[in-house]
């Protein structure tokens, strides 16, 4: 098998267009390790499954695919064959994997409908680097009054800290809401999205 099984991994961690259709429905994907890799659609996850190179570990008992003789159970979680080996998974620093990080929520007031920005804590032109622990989402408003000072010089508290996130927790915001299957390998109630 080809190490890269799906060509378009960084679709979990950038793209948010809309797909319609039953067969673009989200499965997650596992190495052999049981290790969440990236998210794929039914579609995907049903040729992986039919070429023998996935098994499915688990599936939704509400649905079915039917074909004109049988009936299938619908994907939810599959499982590769052959263990793919992937080298640390790295987050690429952007602006909207920032405001995806920050839950596209201003990290100083929390509030998510005015226009956003990415704010540097530490002022660019006083040395500040464009890092995941130097950058946060900030709304308009409370970037201006910050300006060209720290927060704590602004006398403006974060509601958390700036981190370098992790793939698991960009595939967790990927969806809009969490398959049950989903969560044992995702470990929804080990990792909290904002580490304080």
């Known amino acids: ?55 499915m570990t688990s599936f939704d008992n509400r649905k079915v695919i039917r074909s004109i003789s049988r ?13 793919v080996s992937v080298p640390y998974k790295q987050v690429i620093l952007t602006r909207r994997n ?11 007031c929390g509030r998510g409908d005015l226009p956003l920005t990415v704010d540097h804590i530490i002022p660019k032109a006083r040395g500040g680097m464009d890092t995941w622990e130097n950058l946060i989402c900030a709304c308009t408003k409370c970037n201006n009054k910050k300006g060209n000072r720290t927060p704590h010089e602004a006398d403006m508290k974060m509601l958390h800290k700036a981190y370098e996130p992790n793939h698991i927790m960009f595939i967790k915001n990927s969806v809009s809401k969490i398959d049950e299957n989903w969560k044992p390998y995702l470990f929804v109630n080990e990792i909290t999205d904002y580490p304080q």
């Open 98 to 108: 920032v405001l995806k990080r920050d839950g596209y929520k201003c990290v100083y």
């Open 71 to 83: 009936e299938f159970p619908w994907p939810s979680v599959i499982r590769l064959k052959k263990y």
């Open 1 to 55: 098998m080809n190490e890269h099984f799906y060509e378009d991994e960084e679709y979990a961690f950038e793209s948010r267009k809309k797909n319609s259709g039953r067969l673009n429905a989200r499965v997650l994907v596992l190495n052999q390790s049981y290790e969440a890799l990236s998210i794929c659609s039914v579609k995907k996850a049903l040729t992986l499954l039919f070429l023998g190179k996935a098994e």
